[in-house]
Nanobody
Framework: QLQLVESGGGLVQAGGSLRLSCSAS????????MAWFRQAPGKEREFVGG????????YYAEAVKGRFTISRDNAKNTVSLQMNTLKAEDTAVYYC?????????????????WGQGTQVTVSS
């Protein structure tokens, strides 16, 4: 079982940067694919980006490619999301998730564990 705790959200002006962190407690963190999702009011939770178990490649949604970067540290049980050149449309609650369904990492329904979420608000 994993417990996930996000931190680092806040209010930032458009064009600014934020770094989100997700800390995991529990066993076998490295066996999970880890990803970030976000959910804006009235919308479904959507995939932002993630890293599969044992894969150094990060995968991103088209909307954030070139602006967001995911890093993962299995020794520290952490996954981070560096967000640059933020836009008003990036405003959402951001969630860290863990899944054992490595081929469907972009599908929120496959996730075994979620953090509580952290609010990111980008003012235009």
């Amino acid at each position: 079982q994993l417990q996930l705790v996000e931190s680092g959200g806040g209010l930032v002006q458009a064009g600014g940067s934020l770094r989100l962190s997700c800390s995991a407690s529990g066993r076998a963190f490295s066996t999970y694919s880890m990803a970030w999702f976000r959910q804006a009011p009235g919308k479904e939770r959507e995939f932002v980006g993630g890293k599969r178990r044992g894969d150094s490649t990060a995968y991103y949604a088209e909307a954030v490619k070139g602006r967001f970067t995911i890093s993962r540290d299995n020794a520290k049980n952490t996954v981070s999301l560096q967000m640059n050149t933020l836009k008003a449309e990036d405003t959402a609650v951001y969630y860290c998730g863990a899944t054992l369904d490595h081929l469907r990492m972009n599908n929120a329904r496959t996730y075994n564990y979620w953090g509580q979420g952290t609010q990111v608000t980008v003012s235009s």
